[in-house]
Antibody
Framework: EVQLVQSGGEVKKPGESLKISCEGS????????IAWVRQMPGRGLEWMGI????????RYSPSFQGHVTISVDKSINTAYLQWSSLKASDTAMYYC????????????WGQGTLVTVSS | EIVMTQSPATLSVSPGERVTLSCRAS??????LAWYQQKPGQAPRLLIY???TRATGIPARFSGSGSGTEFTLTISSLQSEDFAVYYC??????????FGQGTKLEI
């Protein structure tokens, strides 16, 4: 069974750093791109970026380039999304998701990690 | 960036009704279009890919159609568990996926 299990919710202050994780199991982890998607409270889905675990090839949405860093540790089947300095506007649910090998749509989603940034 | 526009934003419907949701792309995406369902407090779930192919385990009452810039998701007979938000997504312009803003089905 394909599973993407994300780390737990976080409460942070503005200016703090954060790294959240997404562990995959039940499939050949290094062979599938992993995407990160943001959902702000009461809003829709926004694609942030994507990484290929086999070689760490990473692509970012222009809207998020420079604001977040996506990385992967293929030895433990885990992708990461990190911020060096959080803002209140980063408060959102963050999903990791697997891109299907048959076509670049998303076929599996993690359960989401809620990040709350508040002073 | 390809902009995806869904209509309507909210649709009030009753169980048993047939429903059609629309999604329009700002430029052609061929058939590189997926639909997702999101229920409150849950992650999205893939319903349709390739504009018209149902994902594994998706009931036959869900169907997708269209190509180019105009797409529809049809639910032939609404069940209570279908009340949710539905998003379309283009993946033609990979890796620059874009989502529509969503259509909420409410009772």
């Amino acid at each position: 069974e394909v599973q993407l299990v994300q780390s737990g919710g976080e409460v942070k202050k503005p200016g703090e750093s954060l790294k959240i994780s997404c562990e995959g199991s039940g499939y050949r982890y290094h062979a599938y791109w992993i995407a990160w998607v943001r959902q702000m409270p009461g809003r829709g889905l926004e694609w942030m970026g994507i990484i290929y675990p086999a070689d760490s090839d990473t692509r970012y949405s222009p809207s998020f380039q420079g604001h977040v860093t996506i990385s992967v540790d293929k030895s433990i089947n885990t992708a990461y999304l990190q911020w060096s300095s959080l803002k209140a506007s980063d408060t959102a649910m963050y999903y990791c998701a697997r891109q299907a090998v048959a076509g670049p749509y998303i076929d599996y989603w993690g359960q989401g990690t809620l990040v709350t940034v508040s002073s | 960036e390809i902009v995806m526009t869904q209509s309507p934003a909210t649709l009030s419907v009753s169980p048993g009704e047939r429903v059609t949701l629309s999604c329009r792309a700002s430029q052609s995406v061929s058939s590189s279009l997926a639909w997702y369902q999101q229920k409150p407090g849950q992650a999205p779930r893939l319903l349709i890919y390739g504009a018209s192919t149902r994902a594994t385990g998706i009931p036959a009452r869900f169907s997708g159609s269209g190509s180019g810039t105009e797409f529809t998701l049809t639910i032939s007979s609404l069940q209570s568990e279908d009340f949710a938000v539905y998003y379309c997504q283009q993946y033609s312009d990979w890796p620059l996926y874009t989502f529509g803003q969503g259509t909420k089905l409410e009772i």
